[in-house]
């Protein structure tokens, strides 16, 4: 942290006794911290080593008045210690301000080195404190939240650390008042450009990101884009130190295009991993030549800007990379989500399957069984009733026929989706479903009477399926009226729907039954409804099913004071 006074020599004061006396309580202090620290104690000394040897290795670029290094790591160094190790190696941090400045002769070590070292430790624990509360960079998940947090913390932590080292400096023989503010700018200049460099790949070493990153990227990728990376930086220095073609300040954004490539390719850990290299060979080319400290305070300022923007694209690519990941997540899991919804459908489709066979098999089973009976009974009379007994026969062959029929049209559709579409006249589909129901309304003694307006045009249907519907709703008619007291009358109407595109053809099925009780009807269409005591509750969800596939309409007209079910149908073109 603290600037080193290049071409003045200096008497370093004798450390008194009793601070030789403190120096082994120290040692025993700060291996006792290490024991109870998060870092191990073998990093806690590469961190102590690497504070000290920086302070005179730092010191190229020496001011008229005051010389100033042109970066400070000792801010990077001892936040991301203390962020990392925890508050009990401060003991350790402020015992290798002093030893930093012991190596390189910095100070008389009177009350005012001693405050000023106490002071820096304070600042360095809040900064490691409020970095270690605020940002992520011990994780992989580093976003530009995490950059404005660095910023935000280490900015006033630069600053105060440049104001208490100026101070002390100051407090010298050597240096008067009037060069606290260069000097602290410099100072400032110096800590957040070293904090900006060295600090992410610190806290990324020494928590172990960077080596889990490492093995994720590949150490040969990394050290082949490294490889590439030194060539295009060192070239690109020649360009600009080198060859000049014009002034090396104004040539020196080139220097942005790989940290950009980096950035772009590598998101933080790409920044933080070669940013430290950008610095190097910057200070190089500088030393090489020979700049003035006026300029090397201008590339100060360059490479700092050149810091702080390819950690926030680092971050950005970092961030967008996390986004692509969890939307291609996003994407596998409504996929699965989709196979799922499919399956289901699936299965929902072979449950309406298995109902409606279930539901509309039943009426020629019990017909055939109906007329199997019968034709036992005809039978045992002899040949006097042959001729009705052929009757019979025939009628259970048409009953098998359409129960074959209607299984193979209704698997082919649940399966493929397809329908056996025919133009079909609305009265022969009347007259079938009246033929298949002739013998329960002659038993029950219902009334059957069918209007149909002339020149109806015919309808675009499934004759299968769509008798299937009439017959399904004309049964539940029947049933209706079986043990009804009153007149038994079903009446059938069949006109066009005026006004409709596309044209369509009404068919009015109404019974002069008790009706639909009124709790029931918002419900008249959903699966297991029903208020037959033996009834199974589809008949009407798979015939509305069944209609609406055939783009078609099946509704309960409430508006009648009968028993009344339309169905809407296409009229053929």
Same mark, same amino acid.
Not at 299 to 324: C, I, K, N, P, W
Not at 434 to 461: F, M, N, Y
């Given at each position: 942290?603290?600037?080193?006074?290049?071409?003045?020599?200096?008497?370093?004061?004798?450390?008194?006794?009793?601070?030789?006396?403190?120096?082994?309580?120290? *040692?025993?202090?700060?291996?006792?911290?290490?024991?109870?620290?998060?870092?191990?104690?073998?990093?806690?000394?590469?961190?102590?080593?690497?504070?000290?040897?920086?302070?005179?290795?730092?010191?190229?670029?020496?001011?008229?008045?005051?010389?100033?290094?042109?970066?400070?790591?000792?801010?990077?160094?001892?936040?991301?210690?203390?962020?990392?190790?925890?508050?009990?190696?401060?003991?350790?941090?402020?015992?290798?301000?002093?030893?930093?400045?012991?190596?390189?002769?910095?100070?008389?070590?009177?009350?005012?080195?001693?405050?000023?070292?106490?002071?820096?430790?304070?600042?360095?624990?809040?900064?490691?404190?409020?970095?270690?509360?605020?940002?992520?960079?011990?994780?992989?998940?580093?976003?530009?939240?995490?950059?404005?947090?660095?910023?935000?913390?280490?900015?006033?932590?630069?600053?105060?650390?440049?104001?208490?080292?100026?101070?002390?400096?100051?407090?010298?023989?050597?240096?008067?008042?009037?060069?606290?503010?260069?000097?602290?700018?410099?100072?400032?200049?110096?800590?957040?450009?070293?904090?900006?460099?060295?600090?992410?790949?610190?806290?990324? &070493?020494?928590?172990?990101?960077?080596?889990?990153?490492?093995?994720?990227?590949?150490?040969?990728?990394?050290?082949?884009?490294?490889?590439?990376?030194?060539?295009?930086?060192?070239?690109?220095?020649?360009?600009?130190?080198?060859?000049?073609?014009?002034?090396?300040?104004?040539?020196?954004?080139?220097?942005?295009?790989?940290?950009?490539?980096?950035?772009?390719?590598?998101?933080?850990?790409?920044?933080?991993?070669?940013?430290?290299?950008?610095?190097?060979?910057?200070?190089?080319?500088?030393?090489?030549?020979?700049?003035?400290?006026?300029?090397?305070?201008?590339?100060?300022?360059?490479?700092?800007?050149?810091?702080?923007?390819?950690?926030?694209?680092?971050?950005?690519?970092?961030?967008?990379?996390?986004?692509?990941?969890?939307?291609?997540?996003?994407?596998?899991?409504?996929?699965?989500?989709?196979?799922?919804?499919?399956?289901?459908?699936?299965?929902?489709?072979?449950?309406?399957?298995?109902?409606?066979?279930?539901?509309?098999?039943?009426?020629?089973?019990?017909?055939?069984?109906?007329?199997?009976?019968?034709?036992?009974?005809?039978?045992?009379?002899?040949?006097?009733?042959?001729?009705?007994?052929?009757?019979?026969?025939?009628?259970?062959? *048409?009953?098998?026929?359409?129960?074959?029929?209607?299984?193979?049209?209704?698997?082919?559709?649940?399966?493929?989706?397809?329908?056996?579409?025919?133009?079909?006249?609305?009265?022969?589909?009347?007259?079938?479903?009246?033929?298949?129901?002739?013998?329960?309304? *002659?038993?029950?003694?219902?009334?059957?009477?069918?209007?149909?307006?002339?020149?109806?045009?015919?309808?675009?249907?499934?004759?299968?399926?769509?008798?299937?519907?009439?017959?399904?709703?004309?049964?539940?008619?029947?049933?209706?009226?079986?043990?009804?007291?009153?007149?038994?009358?079903?009446?059938?109407?069949?006109?066009?729907?005026?006004?409709?595109?596309?044209? &369509?053809?009404?068919?009015?099925?109404?019974?002069?039954?008790?009706?639909?009780?009124?709790?029931?009807?918002?419900?008249?269409?959903?699966?297991?409804?029903?208020?037959?005591?033996?009834? &199974?509750?589809?008949?009407?969800?798979?015939?509305?099913?069944?209609?609406?596939?055939?783009?078609?309409?099946?509704?309960?007209?409430?508006?009648?004071?009968?028993?009344?079910?339309?169905?809407?149908?296409?009229a053929h073109a």
């Amino acid at each position: 942290m603290s600037s080193y006074l290049h071409g003045h020599s200096y008497p370093v004061r004798a450390v008194s006794a009793p601070l030789k006396r403190r120096v082994p309580l120290v *040692k025993v202090g700060a291996l006792a911290l290490f024991r109870g620290a998060a870092m191990p104690p073998w990093l806690v000394m590469v961190f102590v080593a690497a504070y000290v040897v920086a302070n005179p290795a730092t010191g190229l670029f020496p001011h008229p008045r005051f010389g100033v290094q042109p970066l400070s790591p000792h801010p990077a160094l001892a936040i991301a210690l203390l962020a990392l190790g925890g508050p009990g190696t401060a003991v350790v941090v402020y015992a290798a301000v002093l030893l930093g400045w012991v190596v390189a002769k910095d100070g008389d070590f009177g009350l005012a080195s001693l405050t000023a070292a106490l002071a820096l430790t304070l600042v360095y624990w809040a900064a490691a404190r409020a970095l270690h509360r605020w940002a992520r960079w011990d994780s992989a998940q580093i976003g530009p939240r995490d950059v404005n947090a660095l910023l935000a913390v280490c900015v006033p932590a630069a600053l105060l650390c440049a104001g208490i080292d100026a101070l002390r400096q100051i407090a010298g023989p050597e240096l008067t008042a009037a060069a606290m503010p260069v000097l602290t700018l410099r100072l400032f200049i110096a800590n957040l450009l070293g904090i900006a460099v060295l600090a992410p790949v610190l806290l990324q &070493m020494a928590s172990g990101v960077w080596v889990r990153q490492l093995r994720q990227a590949g150490p040969a990728t990394v050290l082949r884009d490294g490889l590439v990376f030194l060539v295009v930086l060192g070239a690109l220095l020649a360009i600009v130190f080198g060859l000049r073609p014009l002034d090396e300040f104004r040539m020196s954004y080139l220097l942005f295009l790989p940290m950009i490539v980096v950035a772009m390719r590598g998101g933080v850990f790409g920044v933080a991993t070669f940013l430290p290299l950008v610095q190097a060979g910057l200070l190089v080319a500088l030393m090489l030549l020979g700049i003035r400290p006026g300029t090397a305070f201008e590339f100060q300022l360059l490479m700092l800007t050149l810091a702080v923007a390819a950690l926030y694209l680092g971050a950005l690519s970092d961030e967008r990379q996390r986004a692509a990941a969890r939307i291609a997540e996003h994407e596998r899991a409504l996929r699965e989500r989709g196979q799922a919804l499919a399956e289901a459908q699936r299965l929902a489709s072979t449950a309406e399957l298995a109902a409606a066979l279930a539901h509309d098999l039943s009426q020629p089973l019990s017909a055939i069984g109906t007329y199997a009976s019968a034709s036992h009974v005809l039978a045992g009379r002899g040949p006097s009733e042959h001729s009705q007994l052929l009757e019979t026969l025939e009628q259970i062959t *048409k009953e098998s026929a359409r129960a074959g029929q209607y299984l193979r049209r209704m698997r082919d559709f649940f399966r493929t989706g397809t329908m056996h579409e025919e133009s079909v006249s609305v009265a022969d589909l009347l007259d079938t479903a009246h033929d298949h129901l002739q013998d329960r309304l *002659k038993r029950s003694g219902i009334e059957w009477r069918a209007t149909l307006d002339a020149a109806l045009p015919p309808v675009t249907v499934d004759a299968v399926q769509m008798g299937a519907v009439l017959g399904n709703l004309l049964g539940n008619a029947c049933d209706a009226l079986g043990h009804y007291a009153g007149p038994r009358v079903i009446q059938v109407r069949a006109s066009m729907v005026a006004d409709s595109d596309p044209a &369509m053809v009404r068919v009015q099925i109404e019974d002069s039954g008790p009706g639909i009780p009124p709790e029931l009807r918002p419900r008249l269409f959903l699966p297991l409804a029903t208020t037959k005591p033996n009834g &199974m509750g589809l008949g009407l969800a798979l015939s509305r099913s069944i209609t609406e596939r055939q783009g078609g309409h099946l509704w309960f007209d409430d508006s009648r004071p009968a028993t009344t079910f339309c169905v809407d149908l296409r009229a053929h073109a």
